[in-house]
């Protein structure tokens, strides 16, 4: 499966910023999937990234909010904007590992843990 | 609209015991569901899929049983070792994402 590297790790940020969190893969993927966990929830999507086009967004997600970029098969950016301490979260992005049944199994990042202050 | 629930409490389990997690949805019928591992500061690592017409999947230590009817899965880890702690989330097959439990905490003591 592939390996996906995410920073930052984490940060603490203040309220009004912005924050571009960075998604490398080291395979070539069409789409990329960027979710929310936030304490004691369960994950929720954001947004799918494909290359070449506009990022598709969830609903209650926005693009004014959480601008992405998806500039080649292997880079995703999403940025947290003008941050509210309702922001503070953990970001994951992910991709899909190809299975022969066709399941959309899942492998992920380390996830980048903001702080919003 | 599709839900699913897990054990929001954290479950202690004695080392060498087996751990049994469980997996409760409503309002679907998924292809698949999935159990996935959490452990701090990292993201998610899928463990097993089971299939709705199977029903079990068994993997080394880990076993899934899949029951349609009472809309459940049960995630089992035998002779449980410290190094199984960790949050182990279930996902199942929405329409064309998958729908994640909030994930059960295992605490497995020495």
């Known amino acids: 499966s592939a390996v996906i590297s995410q920073k930052p790790s984490r940060d603490i940020c203040q309220r009004g910023t912005s924050l571009t969190i960075q998604c490398q893969v080291d395979s070539q993927v069409t789409m990329m999937f960027w979710y929310r966990q936030q304490p004691g929830q369960s994950l929720t999507l954001i947004a799918t990234?494909?290359?070449?086009?506009?990022?598709?967004?969830e609903s209650g997600f926005v693009i004014d909010k959480f601008p992405i970029s998806r500039p080649n098969l292997t880079f995703s950016t999403l940025t947290v904007s003008n941050m509210s301490p309702e922001d503070s979260s953990i970001y994951l992005c992910?991709?899909?590992?190809?299975?022969?049944?066709?399941?959309?199994?899942?492998?992920f990042g380390a996830g980048s843990r903001l702080t919003v202050l | 609209s599709q839900k699913i629930e897990q054990n929001s409490e954290a479950l202690n389990i004695q080392e060498g015991k087996t751990a049994t997690l469980t997996c409760n949805y409503t309002n679907y019928s998924p292809a698949y569901l999935q159990w996935y591992r959490q452990d701090p500061g990292r993201g998610p690592v899928f463990l097993l899929l089971?299939?709705?017409n199977e029903k079990e999947k068994r993997k080394e230590r880990l076993k899934v049983t899949f029951d349609t009817t009472l809309k459940q899965s049960l995630f089992h880890i035998t002779a449980s070792q410290p190094a199984d702690s960790a949050t182990y989330l279930c996902?199942?097959?929405?329409?064309?994402?998958?729908?994640w439990g909030a994930g059960t905490k295992l605490i497995i003591k020495p």
């Open positions: 990234a494909n290359q070449g086009s506009e990022a598709t967004y």
């Open positions: 089971i299939r709705e």
């Open positions: 996902a199942l097959d929405g329409n064309y994402q998958l729908i």
């Open positions: 992910s991709v899909e590992d190809p299975r022969p049944s066709g399941a959309n199994v899942l492998t």
